[in-house]
């Protein structure tokens, strides 16, 4: 879910662990990883779309994946077994809050004219706070 209060000036830093996939151990119900989709959420995507499990080649192995297209507008695929990011890409070139995902770091890399800090009025914001993709 996503973190609050809405106005992101008021609640500093990347507000672990809202906007966050987790990954339980199925024999203890620990938490085995989690990757934040939006650090510092500022728009109210929350996040909570389906998940798709598949297992699909990856670098010539058959890995166990999760697909998840967020409310922010990025698909995502994780390996399900240890969290490690294997895709991020816009669903559209119309979504502009972010710039692309660093593939290496996981974070999304914010285009600041699109921010909704007090100090700045953001205007044509894409995905709007109803999300790229929302829950319907």
């Given at each position: 879910?996503n ?85 991020a890409?816009?669903?559209?070139p ?12 996981g ?30």
């Amino acid at each position: 879910g996503n973190p609050a209060p809405w106005n992101e000036t008021m609640r500093p830093g990347d507000n672990k662990w809202t906007m966050t996939i987790w990954g339980r151990d199925l024999d203890t119900g620990m938490a085995k990883w989690g990757y934040q989709k939006t650090p510092h959420d500022e728009w109210d995507f929350a996040g909570v779309n389906q998940m798709v499990l598949t297992d699909q080649p990856v670098n010539g192995k058959v890995t166990p994946l999760l697909s998840h297209i967020d409310r922010n507008g990025i698909l995502y695929t994780l390996n399900r077994e240890n969290g490690s990011l294997i895709v991020a890409e816009k669903v559209d070139p119309a979504v502009n809050v972010f710039k692309k995902v660093d593939l290496k770091t996981g974070t999304p890399v914010r285009d600041p004219e699109f921010a909704t800090r007090m100090d700045h009025k953001g205007t044509n914001i894409c995905p709007s706070a109803m999300g790229f993709h929302n829950q319907g």
